[in-house]
């Protein structure tokens, strides 16, 4: 059974600061996905990994995929009161099914 | 931007009733999705369908659920009979497996509450 976990569940940044999320995912796996989701609110796609070494970036936002270790990072630069949210990573098994990790709850304070 | 819609926005139901919640994927999409979130927690794949069958379902999805594609573009969930745990956000998604990142798009949500 494929696990996905993500650290810290909770992260308190002051504005300016800079920060990782890191998934862990516990087998092989081609695709994996950033979500961002605001309070009652849907995922918003970041990212798509495909590829081992994948890095992608936008705005204050950089993930990377490294397949081998089974580990993918969120890193955040320079963070704004805007990028508080939940954050999600997802994992995908086969064609569109998504394992999600819990999530990390943002929270960008001035 | 094309998207996924769903309704209700938010259902109300007493316990032991039938809910149908409805969605309509992004038009040229092939693979529909119904994923759910109950309060505070992770999103959970539910259940996964394809020329108009289901592909794959985890074990939340009972003989309770069930999907259809009635006519070409809505994509429904039905479950038959809710218990108070069923309350929970519901998500349909989609994507287009040929070309593209095979990047799957959420619809908005339906938020069951089951009293």
């Known amino acids: 059974e494929l696990k996905v976990e993500q650290n810290p569940l909770f992260l308190s940044m002051q504005e300016g600061k800079n920060y990782t999320i890191y998934c862990n995912y516990s087998?092989?796996?081609?695709?994996l996905y950033w979500y961002r989701q605001d309070p009652g609110k849907s995922l918003e796609s970041l990212f798509v990994?495909?590829?081992?070494?994948a890095v992608k970036q936008e705005g204050r936002l950089m993930a990377s995929l490294d397949t081998k270790a089974r580990l993918s990072t969120l890193h955040i630069t320079a963070a704004v009161h805007d990028l508080s949210a939940t954050y999600f990573c997802?994992?995908?098994?086969?064609?569109?099914?998504?394992?999600f990790g819990k999530g990390t709850k943002l929270s960008v304070k001035p | 931007e094309p998207e996924v819609t769903q309704t209700p926005s938010h259902q109300v139901t007493q316990m032991g009733q039938e809910v149908i919640l409805r969605c309509v994927p992004i038009s040229n999409h092939l693979y529909f999705y119904w994923y759910r979130q109950i309060l505070g927690q992770k999103v959970e794949f539910l259940v996964s369908?394809?020329?108009?069958?289901?592909?794959?379902k985890s074990e939340i999805f009972d003989d309770q659920f069930s999907v259809e594609r009635p006519d070409g573009s809505n994509f429904t969930l039905k479950i038959r009979s809710t218990k108070l745990e069923d309350s929970a956000m519901y998500f349909c998604a989609s994507h287009n497996a040929r070309g593209g990142t095979g990047e799957l798009f959420f619809g908005e949500g339906s938020r069951l509450t089951v009293l």
């Open positions: 997802a994992v995908d098994m086969v064609r569109g099914n998504l394992i």
């Open positions: 087998t092989t796996s081609d695709r």
């Open positions: 369908f394809y020329n108009n069958e289901i592909s794959e």
């Open positions: 990994l495909l590829s081992n070494g």
